[in-house]
Structure formats: C-alpha cells, structure tokens
C-alpha cells in the first residue's frame, strides 16, 4: 500500500510540475477578440527571450503548438512562447487590416503585442529579445508585426508577402497576393515605413523560408519578401548557398547573413517545415 501511494504521489508531482500550454484570458487590449496561449517552461531563464507563435490558415494555438518542436527547445533553453490564435475569418490572420498594417491601430496586430507586453512585465522578460515567427497565414502576419511594430520585435521568421490582398485567407477570390505581388523596391520600402509613420529606431532582421514546389502560395511572394526586406534594411544580396540546410534547398544570404536570409525548397510545396535549429541560431537563441 505505501509502494502504491509513494507512486502516485511521484505521478501527481510530475503532473503538477509538468510545463503545459496554458490559456491566458485577460492580457491587455484586444480589439479582435483573438485567443492567447502561452508555454512557460519548468525552468525559465533569467531575462527570458519571448517568441510568438503564429499559427497557419485555419489553424489553431493548440496545433501550432504541437506543430513544432519549439516546446522542447524552450525546455532546454528557459525561453517562453506565446501561441495566438485567431477564430475570425476562418482562422486567419487579419493581413489585410489597415488597422494591423498601422503601429498602434488595432487590428490583431495590437492583440499580439498586449501579448507581448503581458509576458515580458509578468515574467520579467528580455523587451530586447522577442521574436515572431509563423507558416503560411502566421509567415505573412510575421511579416506584418515586423513592419507594424518594429519597436517590439528585434526579428522574425516567415513565409509569404508582406500585402496586398482585400481578403485575409488565399481561397478568396482576389488572388493577387497569393499569386506573387509584384512591387519596385521603394514600393515595399514604403509599405513598411508607412505601418509605422515616423519611426526611425532599427528595424527587425527577418528569416524567409519557401517552397519552390509551393501552388497556393507561389514562391515569387517569397522573393517579393526579399525584395522589401533587403531595401527596408538596405543589404544586397551577397551570395546563394546551395545544399543549406538540406540537399534541396538553396540559402540566400544578404550582406553577412546575420540580418536578412532567404531559404528556398526545391519539391518542396505549402509550406516549408520549421527548421527550429537555424531558427532559433538566427534569432541568437542558439550558438
């Protein structure tokens, strides 16, 4: 009897000590309604860094969060995650809101930076290490909280283009965005200054990963993303590496590398899987 109990003591103690996602319900300004989760692990770092999660179309917090190995690293390394989620639009991000595309306009944008704001006072994060990362709907809201909130986010990972459609998912009927937007260099520089009218601190460094063999959301939208960010933080494109981080891929590297990179898929179709190590290594999270 005393064998069983000591058991079941261990087994509550493992559950009660166990990092799970958790639901945070009151964080802030939240115009849109939308959901905050949040991943804290057992043993968080002094200063934490803080990445938000963005999940796809017609995703979810709770399956971005079992949609990466994210979780795991955060348990190595004492960061925290935030996982939004959007139940509006059939679960897709508000892309085409001015209201997101304009620093402190509302949107889900603002919903995601209350977010930020609720992490970084409740846990004493690190307001110099935050990061934002997404696939598919969440790449191109990434795009958008980089543009909208430079202040908030020191870099980003993403996929997609940054605007341009009038409907927030790539099954509406306007296809322009999906389909490879095509601006001049000064255009894209303008979309982003004009999210942020003004502001002249540093802007984020971002990451761009794409599928070559992508039909729903065409690789030129990735280019495109190129194209903006390269001019926004005004770096050429120095070189393309083949085979990183795998056989088919090609990495486009601008200037160091340490402030813009491209990572496109050959076969590879909607969308590109994580790669969280060169992730995590861009952000800084890992040497």
């Known amino acids: 009897m005393l064998l069983t109990n000591l058991f079941g003591l261990a087994a509550a103690a493992t559950s009660v000590m166990g990092a799970s996602l958790q639901q945070v319900k009151e964080f802030g300004s939240n115009p849109t309604k939308i959901y905050m989760y949040i991943y804290v692990p057992d043993k968080v770092a002094a200063k934490p860094a803080v990445i938000v999660a963005l999940h796809p179309c017609g995703g979810t917090a709770q399956g971005w969060y079992s949609g990466t190995r994210l979780p795991s690293y955060a348990d190595s390394n004492g960061f925290i995650i935030i996982y939004a989620g959007t139940p509006n639009q059939s679960n897709c991000w508000d892309v085409q809101n001015k209201a997101s595309l304009t620093h402190g306009a509302g949107g889900d944008a603002l919903g995601i930076v209350s977010m930020v704001n609720y992490t970084l006072a409740k846990y004493s994060g690190d307001k110099d ?49 999906a389909q490879g937007l095509t601006h001049t260099p000064q255009e894209w520089v303008n979309f982003v200054r004009n999210s942020y009218p003004g502001y002249t601190g540093r802007r984020p460094r971002m990451q761009i990963y794409h599928g070559l063999a992508d039909s729903l959301v065409r690789p030129q939208c990735a280019y495109e993303a190129l ?51 060169l992730m995590l290594k861009f952000f800084g999270i890992l040497s």
């Open 227 to 277: 194209k903006q960010w390269s001019n926004v933080l005004d770096l050429p494109l120095s070189k393309n590496v083949t085979g990183v981080p795998s056989a088919a891929y090609t990495n486009m590297v601008y200037g160091d590398g340490t402030k813009l990179q491209g990572y496109f898929g050959q076969g590879v179709g909607h969308t590109a899987p994580v790669n969280e190590q």
């Open 129 to 177: 290490r935050v990061y934002v990362m997404g696939s598919s709907s969440g790449g191109m809201m990434t795009n958008v909280m980089a543009g909208s909130y430079p202040d908030v986010f020191e870099a980003g990972v993403a996929h997609a283009c940054f605007a341009g459609s009038p409907t927030a998912t790539p099954f509406g009927a306007n296809q322009t965005c």
